[in-house]
């Protein structure tokens, strides 16, 4: 059975890079033809999409975050990850992994980010 | 981007009871969209899909209709393990976006 797993820094400082990578088990990055999404999810509020991956490296992301937001994929790790730079507080959230461009089948268990000095 | 608007932001019902939450789009969507559960200090879970379709493993008590603008999602028998916040999601266009949730509480 698939499992992802979110991992990276938790604490992050204003302007600086956010950097977490989601690593799958139970199953290959690279097969059956998925790509791989972010979400995130500010504390007390909503889902966010943020953005997915395919694995030939193809993305789509979210306009508000475009211009601040690199993903990448390593199949030889089988894992895929998110940047996000010049971070402020707006970016404090739950960060989470899925499966999937449309239907986001399969989560990670998310992980809080905090943007603090 | 489509708007996704949900209605009510929370309710409080009985166990037993036949609970009914309402999606509206701000553009056609045909049938594109998903259900999410998302229990207290647990990431979301897949219920329904392509606005009807049960996700394996769900209960049958769960179910989703509607097309174009406006969808649903019932519980036909709420049981204490439902509470929680559902969003529904839009997959026709791109972002991608989410209702803002409702909250579900017994």
């Known amino acids: 059975q698939l499992q992802l797993q979110e991992s990276g820094s938790r604490v992050v400082k204003p302007s600086q890079t956010l950097s977490l990578t989601c690593a799958l088990s139970?199953?290959?990055?690279?097969?059956?033809?998925?790509?791989w999404t972010w979400i995130r999810q500010p504390p007390g509020k909503g889902l966010e999409w943020i953005g997915y991956?395919?694995?030939?490296?193809?993305?789509s992301y979210s306009p508000s975050l475009r211009s601040r937001l690199t993903m990448s994929v390593d199949m030889s790790e089988n894992q895929f990850s998110l940047n996000l730079s010049s971070v402020t507080a707006a970016d404090t959230a739950v960060y989470y992994c899925?499966?999937?461009?449309?239907?986001?089948?399969?989560w990670g268990p998310g992980i809080l980010v905090t943007v603090s000095s | 981007d489509v708007r996704m608007t949900q209605s009510p932001s929370s309710l409080s019902a009985s166990v037993g009871d036949r609970v009914t939450i309402t999606c509206q789009a701000s553009?056609?969507?045909?049938?594109?969209l998903n259900w999410y559960q998302q229990r207290p200090g647990k990431a979301p879970n897949l219920l329904i899909f392509?606005?009807?379709n049960l996700e394996a493993g769900v209960p049958s008590r769960f179910s989703g209709g509607g097309s174009g603008t406006h969808f649903t999602l019932t519980i036909s028998s709420l049981q204490p393990e439902d509470i929680g916040t559902y969003y529904c999601?839009?997959?026709?266009?791109?972002?991608?976006?989410f209702g803002g949730g409702t909250r579900v509480e017994i």
């Open positions: 899925a499966r999937g461009r449309d239907t986001l089948d399969a």
């Open positions: 139970g199953g290959s990055i690279s097969s059956g033809g998925y790509s």
């Open positions: 991956i395919y694995p030939t490296g193809s993305t």
């Open positions: 553009h056609d969507i045909s049938n594109s």
């Open positions: 392509t606005a009807s």
């Open positions: 999601q839009q997959y026709d266009n791109l972002p991608r976006t």
